[in-house]
């Protein structure tokens, strides 16, 4: 049923993303994916992704904090896939990017949230407006952002991306309204911590992993699979009356 269909996701090299795709690649879709650093993993990943699962991938370098380049982006995909269906916004800053904003409030500076703004929200916008035009030349798709439960409950030095993450669902709601009438679908998928490795790199980060297991009936952190089941629900036809919607995948930690 989805095979033959394409997905476009940013930063599918590693952690969600890269399961994102596994999970994808394993349905018989083709995908095509971006990635920031590490080009040399990314051509050696699509490569592996066509001869395992018999579909056809490509990797296209992304800057996220530079949205505009996902034209560009979007344009080389047009010459190597022949539809776009699926559009998943999934790449995240870390490192110096988020200095000013990756930190506690009284630390918080303007350049540290633009950044993670325009990664989060302008990144979405753009990267879900190219998608949309094609999807709608093949009668419509599913376009979902990541999103984190840092919006809705406390996490240390958490506050400019649980804001901005509030922000993508908010505009998630906005495009979903919109675009309904081009059979366009538009969700969020937004996850506890996950072991990756923008979570590793969280100054308390033993701390969030026996915490999370701690409120989590499930006794356990989360995995990046965990997040991929929702995303291909959310492409599938099993979500077919599900838009403007946050699926929260939690392992029950915020009720807690
Ligand atoms: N981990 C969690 O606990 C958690 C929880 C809820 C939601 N999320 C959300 O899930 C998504 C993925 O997070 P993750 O934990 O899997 O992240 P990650 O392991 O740090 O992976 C980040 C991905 O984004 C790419 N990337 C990094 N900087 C970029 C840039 N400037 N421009 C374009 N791409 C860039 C990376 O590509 P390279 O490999 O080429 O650098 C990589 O593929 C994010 O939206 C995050 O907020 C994460």
């Not at 679908?185 to 506890?192: I, P």
């Amino acid at each position: 049923m989805l095979q033959g269909k394409t997905l476009v996701i940013s930063g599918g090299t590693r952690g969600i993303g890269r399961a994102i795709v596994l999970a994808f690649a394993k349905e018989g879709i083709d995908i095509a994916f971006t990635y920031n650093a590490n080009g040399e993993l990314a051509t050696q990943q699509a490569a592996e992704l066509e001869k395992e699962f018999g579909i056809k991938a490509r990797a296209y370098p992304l800057n996220i904090l530079q949205p505009e380049e996902y034209k560009t982006v979007f344009e080389a995909i047009d010459k190597d896939f022949d539809r776009v269906d699926f559009f998943i916004s999934n790449a995240i800053i870390s490192g110096r990017a988020v200095v000013g904003g990756y930190t506690k409030f009284m630390k918080l500076k303007p350049k540290g949230i633009n950044n993670i703004f325009t990664a989060t929200v302008n990144a979405f916008v753009v990267g879900a407006q190219e998608a949309a035009k094609r999807m709608e030349k093949v009668g419509g798709g599913s376009i979902i952002s990541l999103s984190s439960t840092g919006n809705l409950v406390y996490i240390e030095n958490y506050s400019g991306h649980g804001t901005c993450k509030a922000a993508v669902e908010a505009m998630v709601r906005y495009a979903a309204t919109e675009l309904g009438e081009k059979g366009i679908r538009v969700n969020a998928v937004s996850g506890g911590p996950i072991e990756t490795d923008a979570l590793r790199a969280f100054t308390n980060y033993e701390e969030v992993k026996d915490k999370t297991a701690e409120l989590s009936p499930l006794n356990r952190m989360g995995k990046p699979e965990d997040m991929a089941g929702a995303c291909v629900f959310l492409c599938s036809e099993k979500s077919s009356w599900v838009t403007g919607h946050t699926l929260v995948i939690d392992g029950g930690t915020t009720f807690k």
